[in-house]
């Protein structure tokens, strides 16, 4: 069914209040208040974000990704928003988020943290309370994204990954609708502040956002990439995460050759993408394609044998490259995504350089 209206609210931050274990140990959030200059809402006419800092299931855990010098091309069009609720539309190349298409963040790299414990820097209140402190402090402007309270429209709640969930809160799954927090910083940068419940699908259907068969939880994509314990230490159980990922890397493109492609002025090479096999063994490529910001797909139709180490050329054709910022996704034969990268309006001006994402 997924979510009825989602969007993105701007406003400036107001106040910030953190339900603890001892306030609510079973569904806490943390309650943020922002003011569009429209009131109507309930704290001297600011509305409330609910964001989750725990989840129902099984797994209670989050997952946390904090950037605070967030770089991406969805920031140049944060700038252009007024303050407000904008309704978006579920698909690439506008606004709308989503953490496994859009390439906001590297999954594996979240943190897997529990609501409120003992101890400092060590739970989601301890990572997130801070930023949003400090952001009230200097009335920053935020980007809510999620869906609004409805009908009442007194505030926003699902400001969290909203695909991916099993049982009861399936139904609330889509592609293109995922929540987060961004925070202009004070030198025209962003704070990106994105959050998942850990129980979450890490791969999910390009179409209802539900997980895909085998696919791990992100508790288990991030478990697997942390070394193993030592000394007799209990192991943690991981499910097997789906073979191939991250094997081959997304390591460089030339999004902008010099002059334009297609005329007399274009003297440089085509728009290319550069794959590297960062793995033990060989991997054929046959059946895997590169997807660019609009979700245009290039296929590796031949067989390509690419060995450890090695690199190959992939020339986009008819599949075009932004000079203004733009996504390039890495699906295997099977479309699973097995690298996602961005870049930036910046790094693209230059006419003939390549973009180098590692």
Known sequence: MALKEYGVWTAT????????????????????????????????????????????????????????????????????????????????????LDYIRGNLIDLKKGRILPHDIPGT???????????LDAAVDRRATIHLFGEPYLPSRQG????????????????????????GMFIQNNDGTYTAILIAF??????????????????????????DQQPPLTGGEEQPVITPPIPMEMNVALVGALVNPIGPEGTPAHTGSPETVWLMNRSPK???????????????????????ILPTGGIHAVEMGNVPLSNKGGLLTLLDDKGIKIDGVSYTKQQAQKEGYVVIFR
């Open 13 to 96: 931050a107001v106040r910030a209040i953190p339900e603890t274990a001892a306030d609510d140990p079973h569904s806490p959030h943390i309650h943020l208040f922002y003011d569009d200059g429209t009131g109507g809402g309930e704290y001297d006419g600011a509305r409330r974000a609910s964001i989750n800092v725990k989840s129902q299931s099984a797994i209670s855990e989050l997952v946390v990704w904090i950037d605070l010098n967030f770089k991406h091309p969805i920031t140049e069009k944060l700038a252009e928003l007024q303050p407000g609720f904008r309704k978006l539309e579920n698909k690439p190349n506008g606004l709308a």
């Open 198 to 223: 850990a129980s979450q699908a890490a791969h999910t259907d390009e179409l209802t956002g539900n997980a895909l068969p085998g696919s791990p939880n992100l508790k288990q994509l991030i478990l």
């Open 121 to 131: 820097e060590n739970d989601v209140l301890d990572l997130v309370m801070p930023l």
């Open 282 to 304: 060989p991997v054929n490529l046959k059946g895997w394609s590169i997807l660019n910001k609009t979700e245009q797909v290039r296929l590796i139709a031949e067989e390509v």
């Open 156 to 179: 926003i709640h699902d400001v969290h990954m909203n695909q991916g969930s099993a049982g009861r809160f399936a139904r609330f799954n889509g592609v293109w609708q995922d929540g």
